[in-house]
Each structure stands twice: as structure tokens, then as C-alpha cells.
């Protein structure tokens, strides 16, 4: 929204509009759409939902208009500024639509806009191939994984590559690489800067808990107090980034010139390729999941900590605030978020956040909205991710995972178990990596899910 422009948004269902019920109107002769002043365009679409802009030139408001979709009437009152988004939230999946509006004065129609054509996107298929594999053993753990490509994944944590040899007497890994076929522990050196802070450092392969790749050999490693800049093949960071009394957990970007951090204590930094800022994020909460907008004009980040606390906050335009905060973690049917949070993700103006309450909620960049997703969570939901609206994955407690294709949910409960949790889930394409921790007799390994598309 520009200081010069008010952007006034219409949320739609297109069953009750605006308290009219929808239906259908006989074909309308409308005057020549060459000369109009409306315009409207499409802002987004998904397999269920259409974004209509309306913008009308050289007219003062307010004035009344109606939307159609086909002979359907979508929308039907007054307008008060010259740019209006409504939301037709009644589509099915794979359809062509056509769109027209008209401005409407003492009844009569006065103008019409040109028709936009409107296509609904696919829904994806739930069908998937599974894999389930353990990496190391005593207490193995996978804090966070990419995909980079089909071929190429790192997972980053602690590893034992020992059974019979005492923790004490191993070196631990703390990044895992599979090749598309195996996985195959590595070591990444974290630095530990000496006081006062002179050459000689120590280097030791610390647990890693964030990863961000942007290519195969631009990846961004978080390791609570420093950022390491990594080419995927060597033992030491080409860079280290050192942020002083900051703990990162988790990590985000759009280049490897705009990347932020969140971690314990509400800590929240950027780092633009040269120098890096923290952020006071106004809670002492610890975040746990950070994602950002496409054009990272946006960044959210969540989390919550076992005592009652959790917290949302937003980064905008060099600005960070706090957009939710409970104490007790109690739910509230009445607000807009209620549990411990810990996870979200951005996929173009729509957020979704997962909640220990059982619900994902979804929250309109452009409308200020929220909306519970049809979907009732049975466990823990640790982490959710999507490679698009028609293609999302939960991943909970006990390794259970809800999948949406654009349409409806499913839960895939197959690898159901008291002594599996999932942190972290990557996508590509078609493919999709989900990890965390399985408990085992001698400790826990690293829990690896893959999954492959049909």
C-alpha cells in the first residue's frame, strides 16, 4: 500500500455477499469497454480463490458496483476509494472464469470494465513415495535441512557415526549430505573467537542448527552466535559472520546479501552481505521459524518457548514489530491466534502459521485477515512448508504429516510412532525432506522421511 493510494480490500464469500446471497442475473448488455474508466486485474489466484482488483480512473467516490464471474454475481455494493481488492473464494480447481465489472447509478449501469479472464489453479496429487532412514547413533539430531536440487540435500545438527564408541571419544559431524541415493556425514568447523578476540581461533564442528542454501556453493549456516558462509565441500566457512550475545536458530533469505536470523531470547538480525544488525524484537520469547515474502519486503518469524510464551514478529522496510504475544499458551476461539507457534510459511501474500492448538492459521498479507484452515491437527506441528498453495506439508509429533493439495487435506500417518519428531521440512519440486529425531535403545539417531511425488 503506497502513501499516495488507499488500498480498500473486500473479503468476499462468494455464498454470502456482503449479506446478498449470489446468483445468477440475466446477461447484461454493457456499454463499450473500450471507453471505461474501471479496470480490473487479477492479484492472484489459487485452486479455490481469485483476487479481483478494481481501479477506476478520473471518478470521484464512493460509487456502487457489481462483480461477475460468468453470469454469477460475485460482489455487489459501494466502493469507497479507487482501488478495491475482492476475494472470490467459491472457485473449483482447473477452471477458466471470466470476470467483468460495472458501476452501477440509481440502478442503471453506467460503465463496465473489460472481461479478465481467470484460470484456477490444479490441485496436486497426495500420492507420494516414502522413505524412512536413521543417520548415527547416541544423541544424532537434525535441527534443519535443504534441498537444493534433486540430487543434492544437507541436513545440519549433531552426529555420532559410532555405536560403539563413547560420545566422549568421538568427534561429532554436524552436516549430512545426501547425493540423491545416500547420505554421508560431514564436518564444517564453527568458530570460536578467543578473548580478547586475536588470532589463533578455536575450531571445532560445533552443532549447527539453521541452513539456507541458495546454490550448491552459496549456503548460509546458523550456529546460534555466528553465521557461516559455506561452499557445500569444505571443512572451514569462507566467512564467518560473529554476532556477540545473539543466539540464531533458524535462517532465512532472498540473496546471500539479505539474510536474517531468529533465535533464542527473541533474537532477530540481518545481515546484508557486509555487516549485520540486530533487531530489538520486543519479546523474550524464543523464535523458532523465520520466512520471508518472495521479494523479502516481508519477513515473519514465530516461535514460543515451554513455559506459556509465544510470539509473532514482522520485519518491514528496516522495521521490526510484534504482531502477537500470549502468555499462557490457552486457546481463545475468538482470536486470531492462541497455542505455542512454532512455525510459519509465506507463500506470496498468504501466511501460514501452525499452532499447538491444532489448527493452521492463514493470515492476508493484503487483506489483514485470518482464516483456520479445514484441517484439524492431531499432534505437535513442529514445521510447515510448501513449494506452493497446492502443495503443503505439516509435519508434527510422532513423524505424522498433513499434506494439502489446494483442496482438501490428508493425514499420513504410516510412520506413526511414539519415538519419532520432526523439526524441519524442505521442498523441490517434487520432492520433499522431513527430519528430525527418533529415540532409540542406545539414545537417538537422526530421522530422515523423504518423499517423492507421483
Given amino acids: 500500500m503506497t502513501k499516495n493510494r488507499m488500498l480498500f480490500v473486500v473479503c468476499v464469500v462468494v455464498t454470502f455477499c ?30 479455490t480463490e481469485a483476487w479481483i482488483r478494481l481501479q477506476t480512473k478520473n471518478l470521484a467516490v464512493p460509487h456502487d458496483y457489481k462483480l461477475y464471474r460468468d453470469s454469477d454475481l460475485v460482489y455487489a455494493g459501494r466502493v469507497y476509494t479507487n482501488d478495491t481488492t475482492v476475494i472470490d473464494t467459491s472457485l ?48 544424532s539430531i537434525i535441527r534443519d535441512v535443504a534441498i537444493v536440487n534433486d540430487t543434492l540435500a544437507y541436513a545440519v545438527g549433531h552426529f555420532y557415526a559410532s555405536a560403539d564408541t563413547a560420545i566422549g571419544n568421538q568427534v561429532p559431524y554436524n552436516v549430512a549430505c ?43 549456516l546458523a550456529t546460534q552466535g555466528q553465521f557461516i558462509k559455506w561452499d557445500g565441500i569444505s571443512e572451514k566457512g569462507s566467512e564467518y559472520v560473529y554476532m556477540p550475545n545473539t543466539s540464531v536458530q533458524t535462517v532465512w533469505g532472498t540473496t546471500p546479501k539479505n539474510v536474517f536470523g531468529a533465535g533464542y531470547s527473541g533474537s532477530f538480525v540481518r545481515y546484508d552481505g557486509t555487516t549485520w544488525t540486530k533487531y530489538d524484537s520486543l519479546t523474550n520469547t524464543t523464535l523458532t521459524d523465520i520466512y520471508g515474502t518472495r521479494d523479502g519486503k516481508e519477513v515473519w518469524a514465530t516461535g514460543y518457548n515451554f513455559d506459556g510464551r509465544s510470539a509473532v514478529v514482522r520485519w518491514s522496510e528496516g522495521n521490526l514489530e510484534k504482531i502477537f504475544s500470549e502468555m499462557d499458551g490457552s486457546a ?14 509465506i507463500d506470496k501474500s498468504k501466511i501460514y502459521l501452525s499452532s499447538s492448538m491444532g489448527y493452521i492459521m492463514t493470515y492476508s498479507l493484503i487483506t489483514k485477515t485470518p482464516k483456520a484452515a479445514a484441517v484439524r491437527l492431531q499432534y ?16 508434527c509429533d510422532r513423524a505424522v504429516l498433513y499434506h494439502f493439495n489446494g483442496s482438501t487435506w490428508k493425514t499420513i500417518n504410516q510412520f506413526n510412532n511414539i519415538n519419532h519428531r520432526l523439526f524441519s521440512i524442505s521442498f523441490h519440486k517434487r520432492l520433499i525432506i522431513t527430519s528430525g529425531r527418533t529415540l532409540t535403545n542406545s539414545g537417538q539417531s537422526a530421522l530422515v522421511i523423504i518423499g517423492k511425488k507421483l
Avoid at 474501471?38 to 485452486?47: K, N
Avoid at 447509478?105 to 522413505?131: C, Q, R, Y
Avoid at 547420505?183 to 541452513?211: A, C, K, S
Fill in 380 to 395: 505437535f506441528p513442529y514445521a510447515i512448508r510448501g513449494s506452493g498453495c497446492n502443495n503443503i506439508i505439516v509435519a
Fill in 92 to 139: 473449483l480447481p482447473q477452471r477458466n472464469y471470466h470476470y467483468m465489472a460495472y458501476r452501477i447509478d440509481g440502478g442503471v449501469i453506467k460503465d463496465s470494465s473489460a472481461v479478465l479472464p481467470v484460470n484456477s489453479m490444479d490441485t496436486t496429487s497426495h500420492e507420494f513415495i516414502w522413505s524412512v532412514e536413521t543417520i548415527g547413533y547416541h544423541y
Fill in 178 to 220: 545426501w547425493n540423491g541415493v545416500k547420505w554421508e556425514l560431514m564436518r564444517v568447523m564453527v568458530e570460536t573467537r578467543q578473548i580478547p578476540p586475536n588470532p589463533p581461533h578455536y575450531y571445532w564442528p560445533d552443532e549447527i542448527f539453521g541452513i539456507f542454501a541458495f546454490s550448491p556453493n552459496e549456503i548460509i
Fill in 18 to 47: 456482503l449479506g446478498i446471497q449470489c446468483k445468477k442475473e440475466p446477461p447484461i448488455n454493457p456499454p463499450d469497454s473500450s471507453k471505461s474508466e474501471i479496470v480490473i486485474s487479477l492479484f492472484d489466484t489459487t485452486c
Fill in 332 to 345: 481463545k476461539q475468538s482470536s486470531f491466534l492462541s497455542g505455542y507457534l512454532p512455525s510459519l510459511w
